[in-house]
């Protein structure tokens, strides 16, 4: 049976909404036994979609109809309540207040996927950091700090990251 990796993705700009497309497209010729990766929880700097039971897969205008204002102690909740396992965190995000929150997101379980455009200015120290405590929880994290021409080439290089974090923890266990 295929490991089901939950992806929780903040950000549904260009390198986001490219990476879903990605995801979508891929799983339609996926071998049985590869890693599935599902996206429970999508959310852009206001909104959050978290999955429903029975809610067909068309993210975009699930996003559209049922998203809700959310805090990112709504997503914790919600993954804990749902018992959801195999966590990875995407930031997709400019956002320099979101990478303050990676090791709250790391003490709740999710190993870290970030392309977020805010981490070539933060110091060494953070992501040495973040290393520490996602070594020491057993996960794993993964900065992308190259800037991309398109939304594909983000995409490519998250799918990617997601797939070497998803090797990384299942090594690990």
Not at 2 to 23: C, M, P, R, T, Y
Not at 73 to 92: K, P, R, S, T
Request: glycine letters at 6%; hydrophobic letters at 50%; charged letters at 20%.
């Amino acid at each position: 049976m295929a490991q089901v990796i939950n992806v929780v993705l903040f950000g549904i700009g260009n390198a986001g909404s490219a990476l879903i497309n990605k995801v979508v497209k891929k799983s339609k010729n996926a071998q049985p036994d590869a890693a599935q990766l599902r996206f429970p929880v999508i959310t852009n700097s206001t909104v959050a979609f978290f999955e429903k039971e029975g809610a067909d897969y068309a993210w975009e205008a699930n996003f559209i109809q049922f998203a809700i204002p959310f805090k990112l102690d709504d997503v914790l909740e919600y993954v804990i309540d749902n018992d959801l396992q195999n966590l990875i965190a995407v930031d997709a995000t400019p956002s320099a207040a979101l990478a303050a929150e990676y090791p709250g997101l790391l003490r709740t379980g999710f190993s870290i996927v970030s392309i977020n455009e805010s981490l070539p200015f933060l110091p060494d120290s953070f992501e040495k950091g973040i290393k520490f405590l996602a070594d020491g929880r057993g996960l794993a994290h993964k900065f992308i700090r190259t800037g991309f021409q398109d939304k594909e080439a983000a995409a490519d290089a998250l799918y990617a990251a997601i797939l070497e974090v998803a090797g990384k923890v299942k090594e690990l266990v």
